[in-house]
């Protein structure tokens, strides 16, 4: 499906991008628990972070809040003028990447290069990363970017 979803939106501009956020009391969380990403005259596909910690999940299901009861809900938020999107949104998408580990089997990130910027969405352990590079802990060794 991830395969699927990045030669799909090779040449379409991203027109939307939605997060899901922890919320607990009135404090948010900083990073998405995962994101939606959409690209013109498509759906939105659904980027989050499997249960394991390490492979990225692509789906299509719908952005919606969830009230977890006392430990607080999940909240919807528009990203666009959220890093590293301002620099990207409205732009083609030129190139893609699957990201592996060397030994690994399951992809946990993608790489999306549009025309003035790079956005890297990975499952990174228990969080979800979303940045232009890689977070600074990762060894140029423990990374594989694969072309589309």
């Not at 990073?31 to 013109?40: A, Q, Y």
């Not at 999306?112 to 977070?135: A, H, K, Q």
Request: include cysteine.
């Amino acid at each position: 499906m991830i395969e699927d979803f990045l030669r799909k939106s090779l040449g379409k501009r991203l027109t939307n991008v939605v997060g899901d956020f922890h919320v607990f009391e009135v404090c948010a969380s900083a990073t998405p628990n995962s994101v939606w990403l959409g690209f013109e005259g498509m759906p939105r596909y659904h980027l989050r972070g499997a249960s394991d910690g390490w492979h990225l999940i692509v789906d299509e299901a719908s952005p919606e809040e969830f009230d977890m009861q006392e430990s607080g809900a999940t909240r919807l938020r528009d990203m666009a003028n959220q890093e590293p999107f301002p620099r990207i949104f409205n732009q083609c998408l030129r190139r893609a990447w699957t990201i592996s580990s060397p030994g690994l089997a399951d992809t946990f990130g993608v790489r999306l290069d549009f025309e003035s910027g790079t956005v890297r969405v990975l499952n990174w352990g228990d969080d979800m990363y979303i940045g232009e590079n890689f977070p600074s802990e990762v060894g140029a060794h423990e990374i594989a970017e694969i072309p589309v």
